[in-house]
């Protein structure tokens, strides 16, 4: 997409089932100039890296973007809103009321706060990365007036067509393998009894501080040698989730990002899957690593996206019913430590984070984000009001942040009382799942 006049593409499968989803993130604290030179920011940047997404819209038929150079002035003017609201005072409800906002442009919008950017993003625009990217990049170009090194060239194309080839080639074992793991995913039953519903996010955010997670690796050296920050991160919510006695279904939506499988080449937009891994707080934190990792090196990422671009054409319909007596499902999304989020210049004597407001998969649905920087462990945990209290969400994250060491040597203290079972057998009943 370059030139003056506007142009198309058009939405790629790969983005299409995710159009309906969409994420309220924040980072902060940070200076941030006056709303003219975050306008001038995103101008430039939308103009200099036109593959970036940023700046673009959909058609009325949803089935196009339209990039329109001439435009982009005036359509970042509309992006770009302020609010007097200071996160700080409570980043809980701050974003709980963002995520909540009907008012906001689409598919993207930045807002500034006092001393933080806000961005809500369609999902359909792209995945984490495409977050962490444009808030970054806005932010330091808004500082600083010098561009970041973003990728000007479109990324490959038929991403999906070459991962399979990459990791599948011609070895035989590997299909049959996934081919044997792919299991449909658990329907509920037709005469289920179900229940009037309506959506009702709330988001709750906590830090866990530079102290305990470094006594987490600590533990981890001594405990669990080589194990995953995932896998501690996974092993922590599922046993404070026991720990204040609210049961969970025996399977956890994880998401993986399918680009491991192409690490030298770019890819667009969403290239993210959701699985469903039969996890519990009864299992250790070896059993999660196990179970994370084995998924990964059978490809099954790849077989679960393959199975949503033959079933999920479209985004899916919003429910207005839900089942009566569902348990709540944990979904969990590790966004790591974004480098380009990393190198912001966050205010001295200030704890920097980096959070956000994830749309639930299901009305049943608790999705938890986290994510690392200013050598701190942020969590946000998004569920609706209506079907999960927030209070014992509350609960959950404040027993991580007050002794997370300790919820991880109960861990192990109870996988070695009632037996450990096995993960890699228990991978037999995975089941495909998708976070949008």
Known sequence: MTGTTAQTRQVSALDRPWAGASTASLVG????????AVVDAIVELACAFPNSRLGWQLDESTTSWIWSPGEIRALAERLVLSTDDDPLDDYSHFLTRFGNRDDLPSPAAFLLAPNHLGLSLSHGIGDGRAITQFMSGVVSAAQTGALPDWPKD??????????????FGHSPRKVVAAARAVRPARRPRRDAPRVTWRPEPVTVYRRVARESLDSVRAWRALHAPGASMPALELTLL????????LDLRDEVLTLFDVRRYLPRHQVDGNFVVGLLLPLTAANSVAEVGDAIATAAENGRPLTALG??????RR?????????????????????????????LQFLPGTNPMYAGSIDPADPHGITVATTQTGHSLHLSATAHASVVDPVDVERVLDLIVADPVSLLADSTRRCRDVGRTSVRSALSELHDGSLA
């Open 154 to 167: 479109r990324g490959i194309s038929h991403p999906y067509r070459k991962a399979l080839q990459a990791f």
């Open 238 to 245: 599922l046993q404070a989730f026991r720990h204040i006695g």
């Open 315 to 343: 985004p899916a319909a919003k429910p207005t019913t839900r089942l009566a007596n569902a348990l709540p499902r944990l979904a969990f999304t590790h966004i790591g430590r974004p480098q380009a989020i990393e190198r």
């Open 307 to 312: 199975v949503d671009l033959l079933t999920r």
């Open 29 to 36: 604290p940070v200076h941030l100039p006056e709303r003219a």
